[in-house]
């Protein structure tokens, strides 16, 4: 199931951070991607594997097929599977976890030094991050402000949010973990 945003929701989560920097004084943002990465190399390169492999058995089981008949198998078998784990759902599929993870973290921390480091509007940032794609979540904030609450209060925010996400809700989980930033900040 690929998740998206409509631009209702886009309007509610902007108006949810205006409000919670308007409370707190500190940089506030919301960064919600459908993926952090296309992920283009992955579907070649299990059709790449697939296509030697079936190239493989073939030779082994029918040894007297002609060359130019294993090639061409392998040839559509490639080509096949390349365009159906082409498919966005496939294609996140059969990425590795811990690639997914990395490429989310990546991301995150890109959007982190763009959007709240190198703002300098206010002392003091917080980013609220989601990738939809890889399922993920996190909250960064500069060292001030870290030091000030704390990586396990970040945390239940997060575990809040994924919670709602999981139970559909989306949107307002993103909504809400803005309203718990904002508390946590202005208190």
């Not at 631009?7 to 943002?29: G, K, M, N, P, Q």
């Not at 559509?76 to 759902?89: E, G, Q």
């Not at 300098?120 to 609450?149: N, P, Q, T």
């Amino acid at each position: 199931m690929v998740l998206r945003l409509s631009a209702e929701d886009h309007s509610r989560i902007r108006d949810a951070v205006a409000a919670a920097e308007a409370r707190t004084h500190v940089h506030l943002a919301a960064w919600v991607v459908p993926a952090s990465d296309r992920y283009l190399l992955y579907p070649l390169l299990w059709g790449a594997v697939a296509a030697l492999g079936a190239g493989g058995i073939v030779a082994g089981a029918w040894p007297q097929l002609p060359l130019r008949e294993g090639f061409a198998l392998e040839g559509i078998v490639f080509v096949a599977l390349s365009l159906l784990l082409d498919w966005w759902p496939l294609r996140l599929r059969i990425v590795p976890r811990h690639i997914r993870r990395h490429h989310a973290q990546t991301l995150a921390r890109r959007e982190f030094a763009a959007r709240i480091l190198a703002s300098g509007e206010r002392k003091g940032g917080v980013l609220f991050f989601v990738s939809l794609g890889e399922r993920y979540a996190e909250i960064l904030a500069d060292r001030d402000v870290h030091a000030r609450v704390g990586a396990a209060v970040w945390n239940k925010i997060v575990a809040d949010y994924i919670a709602a996400a999981r139970g559909g809700r989306l949107t307002d989980g993103i909504i809400s973990a803005i309203e718990a930033c904002s508390s946590v900040l202005s208190g």
